[in-house]
């Protein structure tokens, strides 16, 4: 019986902190979100193995928009649990998050695996398996998604996905037929609805083209792409004013669209508007010279980049710095760039710019595992007084 008392300590601290679980899912249900997270961050700080901590605190932080922190939990969810099919789709989704479908195929692979009859995971697996371009792979998930889904409301999105592969072949029948069964679903699904239009179009269906376009609208009226396709469809019957007024309103959503402004262009020259015509013209140019602008820094960056690798070979680490600095400004969004500047900088000792820009480059690829431990061996070797204020919040 000596044992007694210990075991009876164990059981009443898991106990609680399952009820703190149990606490931050209904802190969750009511809105109170950071409140559970904070509370969820408590528990997985003195109950490292508890998978459901990890689970939920993940899949909140990920509805949050805190990708990194984010993957990282559901990271430990499927390390501590593997064979739990809701715990890999839930990590894929999180990458998902992010537009990181390479990283998100694998955990939805070993989902449905797992549990071949779990829709959420085989409806996950053909949305990444489409983006990746492997159509043939992907009707397969995304048709057993439909059978195993039914008329549930998600079914919509199956079927909206199964037509991307459908006009992908160029099959606009079955693509339209797909879409039409995701509005029978969903009958306020605006993207479905401008998919329907295009697909209607190029079967010849000029009546329902259009009023499957102004649907879209009618149910989105701030979609830039949904108000040029419909602007697009008008011009293209030949109804100049209306074409306009649509096109006009996908422009001041996005005015930075090639294809909004050459449509738009054309509508106003044909309405006799020839200044306003001229005005979009320039600014299509104009357009045109800023994309150009934007690859030539690109390449620069690049070259200065491989530059200060170089140098960084050579020992002339000062030197790679700089290198690296001015190839960050020039292309801010190259992962890789940021790395190899944040490394530098770390190298030099100055930790603060070094943990935030390897912070950044995180955030801008957040399943790159390689990052990810480079950044929290950078944080245990800062010194204290170094460490940036969000590192401390974690």
Known sequence: MRHAAPLLLVCAIVCAQQAAVEQAWDLAAKGQREQAIQLLRQVVAKDTANVDAHLLLGSLLSEAGNAPDAIEQLAEAVKLKPESADAQNALGEAYLATGDYKNGRAPFEKAAAINARFAPAQLNLGSVLLQSGDFAAAAQHLDRAIQLLGTDSEAAYAHY?????????????????????????????????SDLGQARRLLLDDAGALAAQKRAVELNSGDAVAQYRLGAEYLRQQQIEP?????????????????????????????????????????????????DRANQNQLRAVKLNNEGAAQQKAGELGSALEKYREAVALYPSHVGIRLNYAVALLRLGQWTEGLNEMHEALERDPGNAQIRAALQDALHQAPAATVPQWAEKK
């Open 243 to 291: 074409a306009i007024q649509h096109l006009e309103a996908a422009y001041r959503l996005n005015d930075k669209d090639q294809s909004t402004l050459n449509a738009l262009q054309s509508a106003l020259r044909q309405a006799g508007k020839t200044e306003e015509a001229q005005s979009i013209k320039q600014k299509l140019a104009g357009l045109l010279r800023e994309k």
């Open 161 to 193: 996905l199964r037509a991307k592969v459908y006009s992908a072949a160029g099959n606009w029948q079955n693509a339209a037929k797909e879409l039409e069964h995701a509005i029978a679903i969903r009958p306020n699904y605006p993207e479905a609805w």
